[in-house]
């Protein structure tokens, strides 16, 4: 048994939650410029511009989702699963919005591919919650934080003044 005093590890507040929202939206548009130049190359301009406007769909709103989840989890932690779950159907409705104003419009067919707009839409979706995904798993967020030690504690006294105004329960 060592008598050597662990390292402590530094605490610092990271925000990995912006790192994922912007590698997420990275992620997202090389699919989407990568379904544009195969749609340009198969369907001509029709299937780029189709494949280009279902990408750019994709991406704002899902930015726009992730960031106000984001955003609510670090001002409101307890109320992010409702925001989280009330976004989502802002999203399917803002996304079944745009999709039906396109079709309404005429542009649709003539100069957007159908096929290559929802695939777009598809394939954003499928490469923005892998991306998200991947870089969330390995994003180090604690569970708890630990409080701030005053210097008295950190040099090895006990401090009876911490132990009587600590809040039963933690923290909260």
Same mark, same amino acid.
């Given at each position: ?14 925000? $990995?939650?912006?790192?994922? =929202? @912007? #590698? %997420? +939206? !990275?992620?997202? &548009? ?7 130049? /195969? ?7 029709? $299937?780029?511009?189709?494949? =280009? @406007? #279902? %990408? +750019? !769909?994709?991406? &704002? ?7 106000? /989840? ?103």
């Amino acid at each position: 048994m060592s008598t050597e005093k662990p390292r402590e590890t530094p605490r610092t507040r990271r925000d $990995g939650g912006s790192a994922v =929202l @912007v #590698g %997420a +939206a !990275l992620g997202t &548009v090389a699919a989407g410029l990568l379904a544009t130049l /195969v749609g340009a190359l198969v369907d001509g301009a029709p $299937g780029a511009y189709g494949a =280009l @406007v #279902g %990408a +750019a !769909l994709v991406v &704002v709103v899902f930015a726009f989702g992730s960031a106000t /989840v984001h955003a609510v989890a670090g001002l409101l932690p307890a109320a992010s699963l409702v925001v989280a779950l009330l976004t989502y159907v802002l999203q399917l409705f803002v996304v079944l919005v745009v999709l039906s104003a396109l079709d309404g419009s005429g542009a649709v067919g003539d100069t957007l591919s159908r096929g290559w707009l929802a695939g777009a839409v598809i394939v954003g979706a499928l490469a923005w919650t892998f991306v998200q995904v991947a870089l969330a798993s390995r994003v180090r967020i604690p569970v708890y934080e630990l409080p701030e030690h005053d210097a008295g504690q950190a040099a090895g006294q006990d401090s009876a003044e911490h132990l009587t105004t600590a809040q039963p329960g933690g923290d909260r």
